[in-house]
């Protein structure tokens, strides 16, 4: 057991808002234990030197396709769409290898904890060896993304995926499919062996890749064999007008209609994108308690749409952020494309902002975001709060993004008037793995993901 330790903060971004000369305990096991403001700094805290904001948690991650972001930026066609990127995206997933899933994870990871997430959900269906064949280690792609998180030292939430079938009306997966396949029992017994591993920072949920892909005897399964179990369960859902049309096609309803109607999800569920959605699937998901992971770097380099935004945030939904397929790698993007989408589509200035009750849009889209943090990694809290772990960011407020900026209106400059650099120093489980937007292993990493990418790609 490592000893307590304290930190002193002139800034920290505790219930919603920031407080002054902040004493930060945290036990052993890197949790919190309290928060005193308004004090000076004892002699045996850590005197951090620029404001403290809490992480949040990357709750929709394909690390694989880290390696293919920047590479279907091109078109040879007359139209282009999310399925031909699919397309064009599983000649990556195709490719790589477990030592090329670390290498090219690592950095990922590493760039995630410098965008200012310290926990990334892996909604991870790249099981297999290419023709299907299983590793003589069925787990192998799983241990060589947690083998990653451990070398970057960042939190890691497991979420095997259950993946069966091509298409609403059609059973089994095509060809170019056959590395994700999995059933119920695959999952389950992945995400409990993933569990008993012990390892620090690790744990693990499921996830159903979506309604298209998991059917509906391959959905009743697998939450038979969950039950009541506390473990966090994602889906991809209504991320394309396509998915809609053919979901209506084949039950009559749309997805998020059909989920709530026919399974029953819970504040367990996770909804993937959500992206087009009707008022009454809002409410009907509200009243369950699941929440929406919204990725707006990916749904707008797919052209997936924009989510309702105001009725996801009116209606009371548990919101948090995903980086998907990582075109973008820090919340700050993720935060400003989520506002700057509704002004564009809406026509109208800070959309997410509630005069009267927070009239920042970023404090408000900020604090949602980490409210809806805990959630999709399984834990019951998150965020500079007692009991939660120990992980938070520090800002520089050198920086050219915040240089001179009145504290009340630092978040608002971080998230709109910079990229997101001023980021500093990042801590996960009260222990610190970015200094100075550093990591300790920065080269070796790129070294390895540079050669993975050149293997892949040859150039």
Known sequence: MSAAVAYWAPLAWIDGQWQRRVLMEADGQGRWLAFTPEVEAPAQAQRLQGPVLPSLVDAHSHAFQRAFAGLAERRDSASDDFWSWRDRMYGCALRVTPEQLRAIAAQLYLELLRGGYTQVCEFHYLQHQPDGAAYPDELAMSWALADAAADAGLGLTMLPVLYAHAGFTQIGLREDQSRFATDAAWIWRASCALNAAGRPLLNAGVALHSLRAAHAEDIRELQALVGDASVPIHIHISEQQQEVRDCLAATGQRPMQWLCNAFAPDARWQLVHATHSTPEEIAAVAAAGAGVVICPGTEGNLGDGLCDLRGWLEAGVSVSLGSDSHVTRGWVEELRWLEYGQRLGLQQRNVAAAPGREPSTAARLFEASRAGSAAPAGFASWGL??????????????????????????????????QGEAISDVFVAGRQVLAGGRHLDQDRINGDFAQAMKDLWGE
């Open 385 to 418: 709060t007692t009991g939660a772990r120990a992980d938070f960011l520090v800002l520089d407020t050198q920086h050219s993004g915040l240089l001179g900026m009145p504290a009340s209106h630092l978040l608002d400059a971080l998230v709109f008037a910079s």
